[in-house]
């Protein structure tokens, strides 16, 4: 069993946003992107695949809700437990209650209360949000009772929110698809397509896809699947061999 017994974090671990996040997804998948890798749950099954190699590892955990990037590590959230845990190098455990969502600097519990990685209060919001996702520009987003709303503040940043969460420079938008934004255009998941569409709307590139999420490591397009597939593109949507 990983993480056994259950410690609270002692080291003060730096919150490292995402560059690049996709939050979402139907059938309990979600998934966030980063430098290092992708971290997915799927079915209640945590797993990471770090990058260059991309091979999912997935320890033995009660079942997960929710993955995150923090300081370099992988973390999901096992609200049977009441627990964050790291999903591959160094174990590490912080006592959180139960969490509904994670990103890159809070875990937020069912009633909107929120966490830090080691173990500190932060502010949150009112209510439980479906998604959470760090921004580019720093600030959490988090989806709750159908609009997207900015932490700490409770400002609502969206008229019309879409059930996909991505970040962007000046910090998250809404999306009725799986997406992601680049310098050299927007990967989306749509209609049984990965798509690259440029600055005008038009697509550019398509290549045929099932469902799941989608994201950037580096300069590679990553998605993962709903059956826990990852899949790895270069920008002009070549397949691209681990």
Do not use: K
Not at 77 to 104: F, Q
Not at 229 to 241: F, Q
């Amino acid at each position: 069993m990983h993480h056994v017994p259950v410690l609270l974090c002692s080291a003060l671990l730096a919150a490292c946003a995402p560059t690049a996040a996709t939050a979402g997804g139907g059938g309990g998948l979600r998934a966030a992107f980063s430098d290092q890798g992708v971290a997915f749950v799927t079915a209640g099954r945590a797993c990471v695949a770090r990058a260059p190699s991309y091979r999912p590892l997935c320890p033995r955990l009660p079942a997960a809700v929710d993955v995150a990037w923090n300081g370099g590590d992988a973390w999901a959230a096992v609200p049977g437990l009441g627990v964050v845990v790291t999903l591959d190098r160094a174990a590490r455990s912080v006592n959180v209650g139960r969490v509904v969502a994670l990103s890159a600097t809070r875990a937020y519990r069912e009633d909107g209360s929120a966490v830090g990685y080691n173990g500190e209060a932060q502010g949150g919001v009112t209510g439980g949000p479906s998604l959470a996702v760090t921004g580019g520009n720093g600030a959490d987003f988090v989806l709750l009772a159908g609009s997207l709303v900015r932490v700490p503040g409770g400002v609502n940043r969206s008229e019309t929110a879409g059930a996909f969460l991505v970040v962007t420079p000046q910090g998250v938008r809404t999306s009725t698809v799986p997406a992601v934004d680049t310098p050299g255009g927007t990967y989306r998941l749509s209609g049984g397509h990965l798509e690259r569409v440029d600055a005008t709307g038009r697509v550019s590139t398509a290549v045929v896809h099932p469902d799941g999420l989608v994201g950037m490591v580096g300069t590679d397009i990553v998605t993962v699947t709903q059956a826990g597939e990852v899949r790895v593109y270069t920008e002009t949507l070549s397949t691209r061999t681990p």
